[in-house]
Structures are given as structure tokens and as C-alpha cells.
């Protein structure tokens, strides 16, 4: 689903990402660990087009990012959960949801958003997958925070991706509301094999509900490796590894915390 292999991003002299190597397989939940300016963000922003890596390879859903393609082709095939939900607060829930189906759409449909049954049929199963089916008609304004985040995933699983990318999704929701986004987003992704690549900042949230974790320190991955690898040692590597100290990632993705100047 995601093939990265030595990618590399600068921004004029600050290089951000220092040769990334990544795969993320269908169905599996990977979580991004690392303190802001870590690259996390930027690696999320190289996967869904809207930042261009500067070497290496990057594939997502087949298409080859480092190619030309557009950006229909690719909404076809990796979706966005964003922090801040981007929705269109007077729209009814289940219009948000619809317009997940646009890049499925023609031309013309689309810019008339003149939906098919089937799509609606597909927006009321997304609803249900996040249970917000009762809430289809209702303005979205209307929402608690944690169902509008709920209603943003479903609009991602209505365009039926191969991947979805999740930006610091429940970085705004109270512990518990958070722990129901994720979980609503794990199963529902899993069920439809689907590949997740989750920012996160919350440590607990990672072990709770990511497949594997990755983790980032100084724009290069320091780990990568199962949710019971994540020891103290790991996470010394994450969040306190110094420029100096940190080496590139292995490729193979199971492999567990990086050598980091000593601290592992």
C-alpha cells in the first residue's frame, strides 16, 4: 500500500526527512511518533502529493508519487483525516460523507454534486461503520467535536481508499472521546483493509491502538517496530536522540528501536 525508500525532503537548507525507508501493508495501523519538527507531518504531506519529495521512491495505493499524476488519481486512493475535521459545518452529516465520492465522480456530477444511489447507499455505510447512522440528516454544526472527527473518517472511508493518512486526529478531544475516535478508526479500517499511517503525539494512544510504531527524531526514523518494543530505551531514541547521534533506519519494518549514540 506505502513502499518509501530513501526519501528525502528539504526546505531550502533545513532537510527535514533524511532517507526514509517505509512499508505499510493492507489493514495495518501504523502510528508516528515523534516531537514536533520531527518530520512526521512532512513524510504524511509527501504521502498524500501535497509536498514533493526531493530523492528516493514513494509509491501510495500503486501510484508513484515521485511521477506525474493528479491529484484525482490520487484522492482516489489515499484519504486525509485531519485535525481540525475540515467539514462544512451548515451542510447536513451525510452530504460531508458525500463528498468523499467526488473524485469518483465526472466532471460535470461532480461540479454539481448530482450523487448516484450507490453513493448515497455508501455514505450511510460509512456512517454506520462510525455509528453516526442516526445522524445523517442533521446539520454538522450540530455535532459534538468527537463525532465531527467521526464524520470526517467517514468521509475518508467513503472514497474508498486504499490508504488513509491521519494528521494529529484526537490531538483536540478529551482522553476518552479520543480513545473512541481511534478505535472507531482502527476497526474501520481493518475491516476493509485498509492501510493507516497515524501522527500522534500521545504514547499511550500509540501502544493502545497502533499495529506498529514508527518513530522519528530529527527528520530520520529511530524506530520501528511492535507497540511491546516501545521501551524506555526507544523512546530515549524518539524524543531525546541528538543530531549528532542519530543514525538512518534499517529498511526491514519490524526491526525494533535504532542504534542512537549508545542509547539503545
Known sequence: MIHARQLRKSFGSNHVLHGIDLDVQPGEF???LGLSGAGKSTLLRCMNGLAQPDSGTLQVGGIDLMARHSRRQLARQAAMVFQHHNLVPRLSVLKNVLTGRLGALSTLPSMLQLFRQSDIALAHECLERVGLAHKAHERTDSLSGGQM???GIARALAQQPQVILADEPVASLDPKTARSVLQYLRDATRGLGIAVVCNLHQVDYAREFGDRIVGLAQGRMVYDGSTHGL??????AIYHAQPQAVTPAAPHPWQHAIPAGGLL
Not at 231 to 236: G, P, V, Y
Open 30 to 32: 501504523v502510528v508516528m
Open 149 to 151: 472527527q467521526r464524520v
Open 231 to 236: 521501551d524506555e530505551a526507544a523512546l530515549q
